[in-house]
């Protein structure tokens, strides 16, 4: 098989929310298969610490970064018509930007439901609307929304987040389904538990040495016996992007360890 497959050589990637962690390895493996990526997040502070880190890294000259929430419609469109103009047009979109709010549903205000679900499902539902018809007019283009397994599983505290998850499950296939008839291909990619900043609280050390109660959970759910690492998403995301996956489309692809195919060890 030629690796002309899985070559973004010529391509433009935004992936939201690539300052650090997921979509940072997601940003850095497709700079390494050819692509030019941009990537925003809602702060300057953030976009100023991912631009240091691609420059540490060797890669600052092919990336850009931006200040936009990706919630709000009219900044998506504007942040839209910029890249178009210092970069290129969009030929792939990863919608990473996310958050989490660990509280128990009964004890969380709506507004804070809202906004995760804000963040996490109408951010993407902005950011592909705004990419999608400029996607047709050149042919086709890829899609790639940062899913979970809560996607398909629940979990006691993340109510929203799973709420939010599930939908961007179906708003992938929804998209897939609308728009593959114009060579779009829009899947999904649900990480298992990965060892990033956002789960670092999980993975803290007990005051005695152990392993916090979470992270012995996980070991234990997972037949991998270990956390995912950001880097173990950079072949999915590839693939995903490139024409190896051309006939590939409303798929969530699960990178997890085999966790959600495994009830557990035998007592």
Known sequence: ???????????VAWVTGAAYGIGYAIAKAYIEAGAKVVFNCSRQDTVDRGLKSYEE????????????DVTDEE???KLHVT???EVGEVDILVNNAGMIRR???TEMEASDFRRVIDVDLTAPFIVSKTVIPSMIKRGGGKIINICSMMSELGRETVSAYAAAKGGLKMLTRNIASEYGAYNIQCNGIGPGYIATEQTAPLRERQADGSRHPFDSFIIAKTPAERWGESDDLKGPAVFLASKASDFVNGHILYVDGGILAYIGKQP
């Open 103 to 105: 509280v128990p549903m």
């Open 57 to 68: 890294d060797g890669l600052f000259d092919s990336v850009k970064g931006y200040v936009c």
């Open 1 to 11: 098989m030629s690796e002309d497959m899985f070559s973004l050589k010529g391509k």
């Open 75 to 77: 900044a998506v469109k």
């Open 83 to 85: 890249i178009v103009k």
